[in-house]
């Protein structure tokens, strides 16, 4: 069964730092591009970043270009999301999801909330 | 990286179909057969159930079908169930200048 469970949310103030997390198991983690979708309380989704298998290839998206850093580590089966410079608008619920073409597995989401 | 445009709610009887439209442009859903759609419920994770404009992913409910054309994708739900009631999101890959757009959502009522 395929299974991805975040972690690393929580509240931190503006301009402060997170690490999220994306754990990986039931399918061979190494041969999937990987993506984080977010979802700001009572809006719609948001894709955030996409990162290739070996990542050789990665994506932003604007609103997030400079200040989130998308990594994995295929050894651990592990996906991350490195967010400097927090703002008020990055208050989200932050999945993390394989997408062949279609996000087909989701985690349950991890809640960073950003606030003084 | 503009959202694809969906109508903010729809609503339908028990057993009616509803049709709930995404409209992007020629750079995302005229470009590409890489329109899927999601159910969400609340406070649940969004679950895949359309993918590729038309297929459905094994144990989704063939009362669900989707279609495009030119730069609008659709979604149909047929025999509408109280289960059905969601909100519902298109997305389309964008190329690799935007990778990936999502409509803004429909919260679909069964009355």
């Known amino acids: 069964e395929v299974q991805l469970v975040e972690s690393g949310g929580g509240l931190v103030q503006p301009g402060g730092s997170l690490r999220l997390s994306c754990a990986a198991s039931?399918?061979?983690?190494?041969?999937?591009?990987m993506n984080w979708v977010r979802q700001a309380p009572g809006k719609g989704l948001e894709w955030v970043s996409y990162?290739?298998?070996?990542?050789?290839?990665?994506y932003y998206a604007d609103s997030v270009k400079g200040r989130f850093t998308i990594s994995r580590d295929n050894a651990k089966n592990s996906l991350y999301l490195q967010m400097n410079s927090l703002r008020a608008e990055d208050t989200a619920v932050y999945y993390c999801?394989?997408?062949?073409?279609?996000?087909?597995?989701w985690g349950q989401g991890t809640l960073v909330t950003v606030s003084s | 990286q503009s959202a694809l445009t969906q109508p903010a709610s729809v609503s339908g009887s028990p057993g009616q179909s509803i049709t709930i439209s995404c409209t992007g442009t020629?750079?995302?859903?005229?470009?590409?057969?890489?329109v899927s759609w999601y159910q969400q419920h609340p406070g649940k994770a969004p679950k895949l159930m359309i993918y590729?404009?038309?297929k459905r992913p094994s144990g989704v409910s063939n009362r669900f079908s989707g279609s495009k054309s030119g730069n609008t994708a659709s979604l149909t739900i047929s025999g509408l169930q109280a289960e059905d009631e969601a909100d519902y999101y298109c997305?389309?890959?964008?190329?690799?200048?935007?990778?990936?757009?999502f409509g803004g959502g429909t919260k679909l009522t069964v009355l």
């Open positions: 990162i290739s298998s070996s990542s050789s290839t990665i």
């Open positions: 999801a394989t997408y062949p073409g279609y996000f087909d597995y």
């Open positions: 020629s750079s995302d859903v005229g470009s590409y057969n890489l």
């Open positions: 039931g399918f061979t983690f190494s041969s999937y591009s």
């Open positions: 997305c389309s890959y964008a190329g690799s200048s935007s990778y990936v757009v």
């Open positions: 590729e404009v038309s």
